[in-house]
């Protein structure tokens, strides 16, 4: 059971390049989210989904893009990569709605990103 | 909004010694309250939560109590042991709106032989 699988692990950018942020998890998790970790930030929510085909913005949405056409599979795109965007990202996944979301978050080992 | 307040550290003890880490949180509703812990170079997991008023979690000889009147959820072990060295996140989740995970900022933990 792999749980939560980000790629790539790590990733270095040039400012205008673009990328995705590939995140799969075989948990038949309905909820899914992108979260970036900076120094003395904590943890702070891009961008989430409740189930396929609806997406949602979390606290820091700009500059990134999402979508999620299948249950398993929700991607982070950046557009137009910039320095202030190098952070490590981590995709967490939830069960459902049980408990209004009250429950245990899984999360991928994360992606290093960083752009020059 | 919702918040997480958590010392920063880094918190530096001796192998042995008493731990506590202090999380307090102001939030709507009830929300559940979580302790996550972060290994080198891993993702975050779960290490107990609670998900009521003066609900104990507890794992792996951590413990945290629920407490609602002073809006805490501090962490606590007996004996820390070197394998007990992360970075500790306290989060709670309402429930509501973005329906995520409000961290607070991380404390880094060194245990030293």
């Known amino acids: 059971n792999a749980g939560v699988t980000q790629t790539p692990k790590f990733q270095v950018l040039k400012t205008g390049q673009s990328m995705t942020l590939q995140c799969a998890q075989d948990?038949?998790?309905?909820?899914m989210s992108w979260y970036r970790q900076d120094p003395g930030m904590g943890l702070r929510l891009i961008h989430y989904?409740?189930?396929?085909?609806?997406?949602d913005q979390g606290e820091v949405p700009n500059g990134y893009n999402v979508s999620r056409s299948t249950t398993e599979d929700f991607p982070l795109r950046l557009l137009s990569a910039a320095p202030s965007q190098t952070s490590v990202y981590f995709c967490?996944?939830?069960?459902?709605?049980?408990?209004?979301?009250?429950?245990?978050?899984?999360f991928g080992q994360g992606t290093r990103l960083t752009v020059v | 909004g919702d918040s997480v307040t958590q010392m920063e550290g880094p918190v530096t003890l001796s192998e042995e010694a008493f731990l506590t880490i202090n999380c307090t949180y102001t939030?709507?509703?009830?929300?559940?309250l979580f302790w996550y812990v972060q290994y080198p170079g891993e993702g975050l997991q779960l290490l107990l939560k609670?998900?009521?008023?003066?609900d104990k979690g507890s794992n792996k000889g951590f413990e945290a109590t629920y407490r609602k009147e002073t809006t805490s959820f501090h962490l606590e072990k007996g004996s820390v042991q070197v394998s007990d060295s992360a970075v500790y996140f306290c989060?709670?989740?309402?429930?509501?709106?973005?329906?995520?995970?409000?961290f607070g900022k991380g404390t880094h933990l060194i245990i030293q032989p």
């Open positions: 939030a709507t509703g009830y929300p559940s």
């Open positions: 989904s409740v189930g396929a085909g609806i997406t």
């Open positions: 948990m038949n998790h309905e909820y």
């Open positions: 609670a998900t009521k008023a003066d």
């Open positions: 989060a709670l989740s309402s429930g509501g709106g973005a329906d995520g995970l409000t």
């Open positions: 967490a996944t939830k069960k459902n709605r049980d408990r209004g979301w009250n429950t245990e978050a899984f």
